[in-house]
Each structure stands twice: as C-alpha cells, then as structure tokens.
C-alpha cells in the first residue's frame, strides 16, 4: 500500500456574479471529502442571511490594507466597488493537510494565483445563456436593481476573460456541473508530474 504524501491542489473557481459558482461549490464539497473551502476577506457588508467566518470575514477597508501590505493575502482584487482577498495562511496549511483548497475568486485574483502557482487548477464557470443569468440574480433577491445592472455589465467583461482558465464548465444543471468538476479535480491530482515519487516507490520496494 503506497502512503506518500500528497499536497493539496489549488482550486480556483471564477465566473460571473450569479453563474452558480457557490452552488457548484457547495455540490461539489459534497461529493468530496478530500476539498476544503477558502473563506475570503472582504470590504463588502454582509448580504442578509451572511455569517462573518463562514461566507467572508467582513472587514473594515483599513484592516484590509493592513492585510494587504503585511503580506497576509495570497491574491486580492477589487470589485464593482469592494474588496476582495485571499488570507494566505489557510491556503498554505490545509494544503500541506493534504487538502485541496477550492477559491471562490474573481478574474484578477485568478490571474495573480496562476501566474504564482502554475499548477493550480482553473475552471471558469459560465451561465446558459445571459437572460438565464439576469434570471438568477434578480431571483436571488440579493441585490438592488442598480447593482445587479452594474453586475451584469461586470458579466460581460468577466466571460470575455473565460479561454485564460484551464476548464470552463456550463452551469445549466447544478449536479451535473459539479460532476464535471469533480472530474477536473480528480484527473489533476493524477498528473503524472505529481505523482513520480510513487513510481519512485515501486521501484525500489
Ligand atoms: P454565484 O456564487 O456565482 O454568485 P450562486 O450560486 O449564488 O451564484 O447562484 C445564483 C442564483 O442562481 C442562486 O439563487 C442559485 O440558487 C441559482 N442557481 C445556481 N445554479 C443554478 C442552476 N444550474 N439552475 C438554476 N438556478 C441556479
Ligand atoms: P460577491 O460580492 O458576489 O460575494 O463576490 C463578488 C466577486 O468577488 C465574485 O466574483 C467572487 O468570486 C469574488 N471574490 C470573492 N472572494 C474573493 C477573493 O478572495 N479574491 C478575489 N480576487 N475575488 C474574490
């Protein structure tokens, strides 16, 4: 029985704002006990039904420039208005657990993450169609029309950016969208260059 170690991949998930990527997310944390989810820090104020430490760590915009400047954050970014980032420590401790980190961030921060860590994994998530995706976020009663205007403009630029990502996976239905990135993560963390050391093992055992 081989026991070498595996460190835990990078995850990265981008989309626009009402694609389904918390939904594909959340599946997918289903389907897998080997996923963990990175819990970003943000300038936002929570959305109603929000908890601090569970959908973000809500913080005030100077202890987000702290955060920043000390080094903290793996990647951050601003959008429509608010920051974003990743806390750095978390990432880096359950990976060496073993887990695979899954971050929820947008087309910025995934570019920074992929130009530092070039074997992360990306997947794009995209809408049915743009009407499907006005559909989503006016159902999701979340934000006012203005915002979700404004999102919707933010969308467009956002899939313009989609062929940069590793993967793109149509979210039409949610099952079968976190099937196939599941299917993503599983081929990824056979990758040979991953896995030499077990070959490693074989031969001298
Ligand atoms: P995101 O995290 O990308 O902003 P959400 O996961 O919050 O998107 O989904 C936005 C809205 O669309 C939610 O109300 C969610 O229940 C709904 N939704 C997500 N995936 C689907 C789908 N495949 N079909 C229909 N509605 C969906
Ligand atoms: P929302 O306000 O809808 O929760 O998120 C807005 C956007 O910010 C989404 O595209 C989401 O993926 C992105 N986002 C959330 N957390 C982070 C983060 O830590 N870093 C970056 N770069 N983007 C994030």
């Known amino acids: 029985m081989m026991n070498s170690f595996e460190k835990g991949k990078l995850l990265v998930i981008s989309g626009p704002s009402g694609a389904g990527k918390s939904t594909v997310i959340g599946r997918l944390m289903e389907l897998r006990d080997d996923v ?13 039904g929000e908890e601090d ?7 005030t915009p100077q202890h987000f420039q702290e955060l920043a400047e000390g080094g903290y954050l793996l990647e951050y970014a601003e959008y429509v208005g608010n920051r974003y980032g990743t806390p750095r420590g978390y990432v880096e401790q359950r990976q060496l657990e073993g887990k695979s980190v899954i971050l929820d961030i947008e087309v910025q921060g995934a570019g920074q993450i ?10 794009f998530i995209l809408p049915p169609s743009g009407a499907e995706l006005e559909r989503r976020l006016r159902h999701r ?7 979700i ?11 313009a950016e989609a062929g940069k990502y590793g ?13 196939e990135v599941n299917a993503i993560l599983t081929a990824e963390k056979c990758r040979a260059a991953d896995r030499l050391n077990l070959v490693t093992e074989v031969l001298i055992s």
């Open 114 to 123: 992929c130009r530092n860590c070039p074997d992360a994994v990306s997947v």
């Open 141 to 147: 009663n979340t934000d006012s029309d203005e915002k």
């Open 149 to 159: 205007r404004e999102r919707l403009l933010q969308a467009k630029r956002e899939c």
């Open 36 to 48: 963990c989810f990175s819990v970003s820090v943000t300038t936002r104020p929570p959305r109603p």
């Open 167 to 179: 993967y793109i996976v149509v979210n039409d239905d949610p099952d079968a969208a976190a099937r």
């Open 53 to 59: 430490g569970k959908d973000y760590f809500f913080v």
